[in-house]
């Protein structure tokens, strides 16, 4: 396998790493250590990278210390690109946590962590954080926690961190963010720190080269993955896999489909969330936000084709994540409409291809299939 074309293959990061990256930079400040003008943390997989610190400090008088890193998504279409990322950690007062915050403790030590100004608050449901929080996922949150556990020097008490965004109202308007009910801000998000490289090119020259990588080690079965929550899930499903044969496509599922099908794998498995899994049932052959603004109508009307009420249809129709629809939506209803959805796409998938051996796992956040289809 071209291991050298890969590496080659540049990649960025996201907001979480670049809060992680921050974080560590004001403790070591706090604490009276040294930064450099790059910091090295861990991430999920439990690589290391370094990342620039755009500035730092550390104000005596307030003993708040502050550290910011520019958003360097690299050769994704990004719309958060460049985005000015600040952390500063000062001690705090018992009295003064709210309903909004996290909290962690890292040895002797507990933090508060906190969404500054241009950090939103989630307002809706279906996220992978609880309404009226900061909109500060939980692998973002795990990483500034081992980051700072990371750190050579330690001061026991209680501190907050907060992170703060530079023109977050501006930055989330050109996402998701309001959609599926984020306000006030962007949110602190990732699933392994790193983003891949979506322009099209780039990311399809990769998948290719793995894809090409698989089939010369003569593997039979691959499975094309959206990201990082997928390929750990896949793991446990498919152990028998090797992990050459997990790949992640991440929004170019047409090309990569089409590629994979004339490479002559006995199977292939595409993995996905529920909200991917519904651009696929549309047909959209590139599920990047960029191309594909979410809406419900269609699907809603999909449910009412297949007999819910009137009231549940329109609840369908307002909802803001697919995750969201699930929620409410009885089990055994839920299963069957997730099911007459993957044979949907499956289908799509049949025509882009002519390739009838393929299959459609849908997973739910904590990594369950919850639907799928091997045939229409």
Known sequence: MKNKEIKKTKVGFTSGACAAAAAKAAWMLYNGERVEDEVDI???????????????????????????VIKDADDDPDFTHKMLITVKISPLLAHNITTRDFTADILDSAFVIRGGKGVGLVAGKGLPVPEGKWAIYPVPRKMLADNILSCKYRTNGLFLLEISVKNGEEFAEKTLSPTIGIKGGISILGTSGIVLPYSNKAHLDTVKILLNGAGKEGIRQIVLCVGGTTVKAVRKMYPEIPELGIIRVGDLINPALKFASSLGFAKITIACMPGKFLKYAEVHRNTHDHNVNQRFGGLAKFAENLGFSGRTVGKIKGSATVREIMDFIKP?????????????????????????????????SDGKAVAGKTRI
């Open 332 to 364: 055994d209803p839920a299963l069957k409409k997730m099911n007459e959805l993957a044979g949907k796409a499956l289908g799509n998938f049949l025509d882009w291809t002519g390739n009838s051996n393929i299959e459609v796992v849908v997973l739910d």
């Open 42 to 68: 861990l991430f999920p997989d439990k690589k290391r990278y370094s990342l620039k610190i755009k500035a730092s400090g550390m104000n005596d008088k307030t003993k708040t210390a502050t550290a910011s």
